[in-house]
């Protein structure tokens, strides 16, 4: 197996995260500035060069609700991310 294929488990083997802790150990939610707080404390992580956006909750999310996400999110924090370094202790000023 590769560093990008994951094991195969049967759905009845998979116990679903309380939310609470999803949200916690899992997502980035929350205001843009909130967001990109949690990108820029996630970026200072060693090993951490990607990390992947679902704005759509995999499908829990109907599509206007995800759009309006996705924008919000391109419009506000991915300008800002983009300035981060992963040397800095605070994430990049907002202009």
């Given at each position: 197996?590769?560093?990008?294929?994951?094991?195969?488990?049967?759905?009845?083997?998979?116990?679903?995260?309380?939310?609470?802790?999803?949200?916690?150990?899992?997502?980035?939610?929350?205001?843009?500035?909130?967001?990109?707080?949690q990108?820029?404390?996630l970026?200072?992580?060693?090993?951490?060069?990607?990390?992947?956006?679902?704005?759509?909750?995999?499908?829990?999310?109907?599509?206007?609700?995800?759009?309006?996400?996705?924008?919000?999110?391109?419009?506000?924090?991915?300008?800002?991310?983009?300035?981060?370094?992963?040397?800095?202790?605070?994430?990049?000023?907002?202009?």
């Amino acid at each position: 197996m590769t560093q990008w294929e994951l094991p195969e488990y049967p759905a009845s083997e998979i116990t679903p995260r309380p939310r609470d802790q999803f949200l916690r150990d899992q997502a980035i939610a929350g205001t843009p500035e909130q967001c990109i707080e949690q990108i820029a404390a996630l970026a200072r992580e060693p090993g951490t060069g990607h990390f992947c956006c679902v704005f759509n909750g995999n499908g829990v999310l109907d599509a206007e609700t995800a759009l309006r996400g996705t924008t919000l999110f391109a419009r506000e924090v991915l300008p800002v991310c983009a300035r981060v370094s992963r040397t800095e202790s605070e994430p990049a000023e907002r202009t």
